[in-house]
């Protein structure tokens, strides 16, 4: 089992900055990727950013692609997202969610990890 504990959202002005955590406990040694996704009030849960832990290759969404930046630190089993430049369309609830054990088909879609977080709010005030 794996658990994963979201903070760092917040409510903040946009064009402010926000750095997101996701720290994992349990048994994490079988982690292939961690990856971030959104969700917004009526609308699907959708792809953020990714980080491979293999070689920490990192993909993003095309909409905040220049503006994210996701890391992570091994020694604390962390996976940060740091937003900057932040628009009111970045307000959601952000998740972090574990693959194990290899990749799927599709990343960016939710269906298929194997471990999620509980959410962290971000609303960005225009």
């Known amino acids: 089992q794996v658990q994963l504990v979201e903070s760092g959202g917040g409510l903040v002005q946009a064009g402010s900055s926000l750095r997101l955590s996701c720290v994992a406990s349990g048994r994490t040694s079988r982690t292939y990727a961690v990856t971030w996704f959104r969700q917004a009030p009526g609308k699907e849960r959708e792809f953020v950013a990714t980080i491979r832990f293999s070689n920490d290759q990192t993909y993003y969404d095309d909409s905040v692609k220049g503006r994210f930046t996701a890391s992570r630190d091994s020694a604390k089993n962390t996976v940060y997202l740091q937003m900057d430049n932040l628009r009111p369309e970045d307000t959601a609830v952000y998740y972090c969610?574990?693959?194990?054990?290899?990749?799927?088909?599709?990343?960016?879609?939710?269906?298929?990890?194997?471990?999620w977080g509980q959410g962290t709010q971000v609303t960005v005030a225009s």
């Open positions: 969610a574990a693959l194990m054990g290899g990749p799927v088909p599709n990343y960016r879609q939710p269906g298929g990890y194997d471990y």
